[in-house]
T-cell receptor, first 114, second 111 residues
């Protein structure tokens, strides 16, 4: 257990559905991240939040909408996704978003878009 | 970011030490070496990190060469649960720091 939980662990959705991924960290960290890991591709950073403020958006399509209501919770709202969005979505947290702050990852949500 | 090079796969007998090498010849002076591992379809797990000195924690030891161009992760007594892909990464120092994984080393611990 890393102190970062994600729900659901598996999600299957159609292209017209709207769903949300949830991440919660119990580590007292200030920074939270969303990553996408596709098969045979490197880990891709999507969003960074520091003290609830979005500090980085790596050119992510608008069909992915993050929300960070507080430092412990992070959501990823999904709508009108494409099959190529099928991937493992990982949440991570760190004390601060600095170069030497260790990021701790959750178990991920395996998303399949039909 | 400094690039890292790792062998694609390694085998290790259960109970023996697993030594995983990593080459990072273009590392700069203030960049840290981090190791994570990822068991199939699970989230990456932090193992250890270091700058110049060798480091040890309850999971592993990290040996960094004096010129910092390479490092070795040592799992002292490998178990079957250590079978995973091990990633050696170098954290750059600009902006908000993403974790960038390369292809890693697939470690297979054999009974």
């Amino acid at each position: 257990e890393t102190g970062v939980t994600q729900t659901p662990r598996h999600l299957v959705m159609g292209m017209t559905n709207k769903k949300s991924l949830k991440c919660e960290q119990h580590l007292g960290h200030n920074a939270m991240y969303w990553y996408k890991q596709s098969a045979k591709k490197p880990l891709e950073l999507m969003f960074v939040y520091n003290f609830k403020e979005q500090t980085e958006n790596n050119s992510v399509p608008s069909r992915f909408s993050p929300e960070c209501p507080n430092s412990s919770h992070l959501f990823l709202h999904l709508h009108t996704l494409q099959p190529e969005d099928s991937a493992l979505y990982l949440c991570a947290s760190s004390q601060d978003p600095g170069p030497t702050d260790t990021q701790y990852f959750g178990p991920g949500t395996r998303l399949t878009v039909l | 970011d400094a690039k890292t090079t790792q062998p694609p796969s390694m085998d290790c007998a259960e109970g023996r030490a697993a030594n995983l090498p990593c080459n990072h010849s273009t590392i700069s002076g203030n960049e840290y070496v981090y190791w994570y591992r990822q068991i199939h379809s699970q989230g990456p797990q932090y193992i250890i990190h270091g700058l110049k000195n060798n480091e040890t924690n309850e999971m592993a030891s990290l040996i960094i060469t004096e010129d910092r161009k390479s490092s070795t992760l040592i799992l002292p007594h490998a178990t079957l649960r250590d079978t995973a892909v091990y990633y050696c990464i170098v954290r750059d120092t600009g902006g908000y720091q993403k974790v960038t994984f390369g292809t890693g080393t697939k470690l297979q611990v054999i009974p």
